[in-house]
């Protein structure tokens, strides 16, 4: 894949970009859903948050994971770009994994507030916690590669 080489830097400013995207989108989600779960569920106002919903996932938070995970492949199939003995590759890519499944679950709350069943105020606060989190960890082996 010597290929990549040349363009790695663009390959790992798209990366870094998708990623703030799908961030941004994890991190608003939770907050949304709470402002959902405190209307009436029948009421023309919760069907327009579900629609808001859809969109959000459908135009931003999916596409966004897919380039994220895409361009973060080259990276990592670009020679050099990553010691393979360093064990902050492998906690960053648990992260990442993490990651995707959080957002596996709030795919799964858009769901259910679909099908109007709100999921616990608790869950919802700990859905906003949990990417930041996550995010930490993930820039801190990036950046500090301990």
Same mark, same amino acid.
């Given at each position: 894949?010597?290929?990549?080489?040349?363009?790695? @830097?663009?390959?790992l400013a798209?990366?870094?970009f998708?990623? *703030?995207?799908?961030?941004?989108?994890? =991190?608003?989600?939770?907050?949304?859903?709470?402002?959902?779960? +405190?209307l009436? %569920? +029948?009421?023309?106002a919760? @069907? !327009?948050?579900?629609? %808001?919903? @859809?969109? *959000?996932?459908?135009?931003m938070?999916?596409? !966004?994971?897919?380039?994220?995970?895409?361009?973060g492949? =080259?990276? *990592?199939? +670009?020679?050099?770009?990553?010691?393979?003995?360093?064990?902050?590759?492998?906690?960053?890519?648990?992260?990442?994994?993490? =990651?995707?499944?959080?957002?596996?679950? %709030?795919? &799964?709350w858009?769901?259910? =507030? @679909?099908?109007?069943?709100?999921?616990?105020? !608790?869950?919802?606060?700990?859905?906003?916690? &949990?990417?930041?989190?996550?995010?930490?960890?993930?820039?801190?082996?990036?950046?500090?590669?301990?």
């Amino acid at each position: 894949m010597q290929g990549l080489v040349p363009v790695y @830097r663009e390959l790992l400013a798209a990366h870094v970009f998708f990623v *703030i995207v799908w961030m941004a989108g994890m =991190l608003t989600m939770p907050a949304i859903y709470l402002r959902h779960c +405190t209307l009436p %569920l +029948t009421s023309d106002a919760a @069907r !327009a948050f579900v629609a %808001l919903e @859809r969109q *959000i996932f459908k135009r931003m938070i999916n596409p !966004a994971m897919y380039a994220a995970w895409g361009f973060g492949i =080259l990276l *990592i199939l +670009t020679p050099g770009a990553i010691a393979w003995n360093a064990a902050w590759w492998l906690v960053k890519f648990a992260a990442v994994i993490a =990651l995707s499944g959080h957002h596996g679950v %709030l795919s &799964t709350w858009r769901r259910a =507030l @679909r099908d109007g069943d709100c999921p616990s105020i !608790a869950a919802l606060r700990l859905g906003i916690a &949990t990417p930041l989190v996550l995010g930490a960890v993930i820039v801190g082996m990036v950046v500090i590669q301990p």
